[in-house]
């Protein structure tokens, strides 16, 4: 009987401690403040993104957003420097991880889904994904703008941000792919590169990947508007082109700052 009573007086504890964890928010240190958005899907998977935007004494200001796309096999924390590089310049910037990557590779019941496991029917609801993510986010916060936004995808992410930006009603004022392909896991984009309308493009690769740089001609065919291609020379591909070549976030940086105008920071 004693064992039991002592049982339940632990799980109380806990539970109590729990909630106070869950209700308490630490202040955010720094210049930037971060949010998790979530949303659950049609078919129970949970997809989550860290949106991240600039401390700001003028509480109404609302930022030009920037989402992010990770590569196959990786996660939004790997954009380095990326995310706080382009969030100080004055931007809203959402890290989305992709399904079945990262914080994203549960269900409702908690079970795990990694994407090495994925079928290509599986892949082809990226694009849905990141659109019911950019959906809640505009429904949890005034923060992030989608009037004004950019998508910047690597390899897969590259494929799903054509999609997404042919799928919104409101198209993107720039795409930036890093080592797009006409076709992966079923992400098909050739189609989807006509219907842009005038959104430009910038797009990088590894100018020693000659796969790569020949599919990026060949998407060429199919855009309606500007279309720069600027090869980096590396041994990485996808998001990965960032890594430690600062050249590639210049690039990144002056391309999203000549579409879109971040807002200013009052300090």
């Not at 993104?49 to 990786?74: D, E, F, R």
């Not at 269900?107 to 079928?119: A, N």
């Not at 797009?203 to 720069?228: H, P």
């Amino acid at each position: 009987m004693f064992k039991k009573a002592f049982i339940v007086f632990l799980v109380l504890i806990f539970t109590m401690t729990g909630a106070f964890a869950a209700g308490s928010k630490k202040k955010s240190k720094g210049p930037l403040k971060t949010k998790i958005i979530e949303v659950q899907t049609k078919d129970n998977f949970l997809i989550r993104a860290t949106l991240t935007y600039p401390k700001n004494k003028n509480k109404k200001a609302h930022y030009p957003t920037i989402v992010l796309l990770h590569s196959l096999g990786y996660t939004s924390g790997q954009w380095e420097n990326l995310t706080p590089t382009l969030a100080k310049q004055g931007y809203a910037v959402l890290a989305v991880d992709l399904r079945g990557h990262g914080i994203s590779n549960k269900d409702s019941k908690f079970k795990i889904h990694s994407w090495e496991y994925f079928r290509n029917k599986m892949f082809e609801k990226y694009p849905d994904d990141v659109i019911a993510i950019i959906k809640q986010t505009q429904k949890t916060t005034k923060k992030a703008e989608f009037n004004h936004y950019a998508i910047i995808g690597g390899d897969i992410g590259a494929n799903t941000a054509v999609l997404v930006a042919q799928k919104m009603p409101v198209k993107p004022k720039a795409l930036i792919l890093l080592s797009p392909s006409r076709t992966i896991k079923g992400l098909y984009i050739p189609i989807a590169m006509t219907e842009l309308g005038s959104t430009p493009i910038l797009v990088m690769s590894s100018s020693k990947d000659r796969i790569t740089t020949n599919e990026e001609i060949i998407l060429k065919r199919f855009s309606q508007a500007e279309y720069l291609i600027k090869n980096v020379n590396t041994n990485r591909t996808g998001m990965m082109l960032i890594r430690n070549n600062p050249d590639v976030m210049k690039s990144i940086s002056w391309f999203i700052n000549q579409k879109m105008k971040p807002i200013k920071i009052i300090k």
